[in-house]
């Protein structure tokens, strides 16, 4: 169990983007080019191992999920056991998430409720730009009534995606798919599932914090970008309505959190708030505590 006197900070969008057992997909492997070059970041990708060290050196636990999108893109998926097996080895740092292809429908439900009961998994991760489908699309709803039984926090790629950026045609993915209001319905008709918007939703920033303002249910978390890029609004909102709603979050291996950390403290985020950003509303959204 994470001891939560001892950590600094919750991390709640890391990436295991290799598996310590296969080689990297191919396909995979050309998004991961594009990525590296969109974000500056070393195109070597750790493996969970090195995650772990990596984390624990700096005090901080961290979500750990894969991102299935086995249907749209063709890309064979990091397993989510193993990402489980790993989590259930190093508990004191790392939360098991799992992602599943929406488009797997009730098997890819079978799947949800299996790592949940039996492999502690702790949440999700749906990234519907690389998974060509719309966040509202029926298809998904099996997975989502599971998660929903269970009451476990799902995490929602918004806003643009460096996955497919520069590639022709943008790899084939688009970036509609990742527009917040999309994934309304979802936070209507699944009021007992968390919603956690990931990244600052750019260019429909505005989307996020209505809907985070508005579901009791919807969350945002700050990944994906450096915080001396954020739109004024964000700090705007998470020193006021939101600061109960806001989270940390990095997109590592493709922003360091040490970075992503020393920059939120230059942007004007107030003394008070910026320690549930950094902890305390992930302990309470998690159930940590």
């Given at each position: 169990m994470i001891d939560l006197s001892s950590i600094k900070a919750i991390d709640v969008h890391v990436h295991a983007e290799v598996s310590c057992h296969d080689p990297e997909d191919p396909v995979?492997?050309?998004?991961?080019?594009?990525?590296?070059?969109?974000f500056k970041a070393p195109r070597e990708r750790p493996k969970m191992p090195?995650?772990?060290e990596i984390y624990r050196e700096q005090q901080i636990a961290f979500c750990l999920f894969t991102v299935d999108c086995e249907s749209g893109l063709g890309a064979k998926r990091v397993s989510n056991y193993e990402i489980a097996e790993f989590a259930a080895r190093n508990t004191d740092i790392c939360i098991p998430f799992a992602s599943i292809d929406p488009r797997k429908g009730k098997l890819g439900?079978?799947?949800?409720?299996?790592?949940?009961?039996?492999?502690?998994?702790?949440?999700?991760?749906?990234?519907?730009?690389?998974?060509?489908?719309?966040?509202?699309?029926?298809?998904?709803y099996p997975i989502y009534e599971v998660i929903a039984e269970h009451k476990l926090p799902a995490i929602f790629h918004t806003?643009?995606?460096?996955?497919?950026?520069?590639?022709?045609?943008?790899?084939?993915?688009?970036?509609?798919?990742?527009?917040?209001?999309?994934?309304?319905d979802v936070a209507v008709d699944f009021p007992d599932?968390?919603?956690?918007?990931?990244?600052?939703?750019?260019?429909?920033v505005d989307e996020s914090l209505s809907m985070a303002l508005h579901k009791e249910n919807v969350f945002i978390d700050l990944?994906?970008?450096?915080?001396?890029?954020?739109?004024?609004?964000?700090i705007q909102y998470a020193n006021g309505q939101l600061r109960k709603k806001m989270l940390f979050g990095s997109d590592f291996p493709l922003i360091h959190p040490t970075k992503w950390i020393e920059a939120a403290k230059a942007v004007?985020?107030?003394?008070?708030?910026?320690?549930?950003i950094m902890k305390d509303n992930a302990v309470s959204l998690l159930g940590l505590a």
């Open positions: 995979m492997g050309r998004f991961f080019d594009a990525a590296s070059a969109y090195e995650i772990a439900a079978r799947e949800a409720r299996d790592l949940i009961e039996n492999f502690g998994v702790r949440g999700f991760k749906f990234h519907h730009i690389m998974q060509d489908c719309d966040p509202g699309d029926r298809v998904g806003g643009h995606s460096g996955m497919g950026t520069g590639m022709r045609g943008g790899g084939s993915v688009r970036l509609k798919w990742g527009q917040p209001m999309l994934v309304d599932m968390k919603i956690i918007l990931a990244h600052p939703s750019w260019p429909w990944s994906g970008w450096s915080p001396k890029f954020f739109q004024p609004q964000i004007g985020f107030r003394d008070e708030v910026l320690p549930g």
